[in-house]
């Protein structure tokens, strides 16, 4: 009885998901935060603002795992590297979206350098990969991302990115699909280690602009709640952290009133 509801649904989501800007992120803290993430810098800025990156001065990686509502077919799985150097911070990411015939593919080269003590700069290189069940062979294209970050105050951090200023899409037999640029502004406020809130705007060159805010509480030196809120439509999201060493995993989920939860999973390991 629920098949033909299931096919409707996954028909559905494709859709959606083709109409999107193609660029998936990564790491569940940042997704309890409903991704209001341009300012904040863990290991997987390499996906929200690689200017970010630049605070990092230890060598981190991480792996990520999303069941976009619970659906298989519209798994998300990703990884990232950071590795700081004496000329910079540079960021390899990867993210593989869909399994099966329908499968999307992003890899990501970015480098991030401190500009001044308050400033920070990035760009990051784009190559985009898509396999379509009506398709043999699978089509791609090359776009890049450039991001800022500026310390206000102690506890005050802004940011700034851009995803595919010059449109770039996937070039089809039948036409090429020019994919938008996606704008972020936001800026996070640190009251003490404790807590940290986020908030962010996202403009898509297609879309309306979404508001989306964050919150972060520590009760414990290793233990983090998260909640945030995001739309339209309107999202919820919540999580935990908890970090051991040089060890730290996050778990969250977020609620689509018309699709349902979305959980994931994230380890990261960073150098002590």
């Given at each position: 009885?629920?098949k033909?509801?299931?096919?409707?649904?996954?028909?559905?989501?494709?859709?959606?998901?083709a109409?999107?800007?193609?660029?998936?992120t990564g790491?569940a803290?940042?997704?309890?935060?409903?991704?209001?993430?341009?300012s904040?810098s863990?290991t997987?800025?390499?996906?929200h603002n690689?200017?970010?990156l630049?605070?990092?001065?230890?060598?981190s990686?991480g792996?990520?795992?999303?069941?976009k509502y619970?659906?298989?077919?519209?798994?998300l799985a990703?990884s990232?590297?950071v590795?700081?150097?004496?000329?910079?911070?540079?960021?390899l990411s990867f993210?593989q979206?869909?399994k099966?015939?329908f499968?999307e593919?992003?890899?990501g080269?970015?480098?991030?350098?401190?500009?001044?003590?308050?400033?920070?700069?990035?760009v990051?290189?784009?190559?985009?990969?898509?396999?379509l069940?009506e398709?043999a062979?699978a089509?791609?294209?090359?776009?890049f991302?450039?991001?800022?970050?500026?310390?206000?105050?102690?506890?005050i951090?802004?940011?700034?990115?851009t995803?595919?200023?010059?449109?770039?899409?996937?070039?089809?037999?039948e036409?090429?699909?020019k994919?938008?640029?996606?704008?972020?502004?936001?800026?996070?406020?640190?009251f003490?280690?404790?807590?940290l809130v986020?908030?962010?705007?996202?403009?898509?060159?297609?879309?309306?602009?979404?508001?989306?805010s964050?919150?972060?509480?520590?009760p414990?030196?290793?233990?983090?709640?998260?909640?945030g809120?995001?739309?339209r439509?309107?999202?919820?999201t919540?999580?935990?952290?908890?970090?051991?060493?040089n060890?730290?995993?996050?778990?969250?989920?977020?609620?689509h009133?018309?699709?349902?939860?979305?959980?994931s999973?994230?380890?990261?390991?960073?150098l002590?």
């Open positions: 009885m629920l033909p509801f299931y096919i409707l649904l996954v028909n559905f989501t494709i859709i959606t998901f109409a999107s800007s193609q660029n998936y790491g803290r940042s997704l309890a935060l409903s991704n209001a993430f341009v904040v863990d997987w800025s390499t996906f690689q200017a970010a630049a605070k990092i001065n230890r060598f990686a792996i990520y795992y999303e069941s619970g659906i298989d077919e519209f798994a990703a990232s590297v590795l700081p150097t004496g000329a910079g911070t540079f960021g993210y979206f869909g099966g015939s499968k593919h992003k890899l080269l970015g480098y991030a350098k401190q500009l001044s003590e308050q400033f920070n700069a990035s990051q290189f784009d190559y985009f990969s898509e396999r069940p398709n062979d089509f791609s294209f090359v776009t991302e450039i991001g800022a970050t500026y310390q206000l105050t102690e506890q951090i802004l940011g700034a990115h995803y595919n200023p010059v449109k770039n899409g996937f070039n089809y037999p036409e090429k699909i994919l938008p640029a996606v704008y972020r502004l936001g800026a996070h406020y640190s003490d280690e404790h807590v986020s908030f962010e705007t996202q403009k898509e060159s297609d879309h309306d602009v979404v508001v989306k964050g919150l972060e509480f520590m414990l030196q290793n233990l983090a709640l998260r909640f809120i995001s739309g439509p309107v999202q919820y919540a999580g935990l952290g908890y970090s051991f060493k060890i730290s995993t996050d778990i969250a989920f977020s609620y009133g018309n699709l349902g939860f979305t959980p999973v994230s380890i990261q390991y960073q002590k």
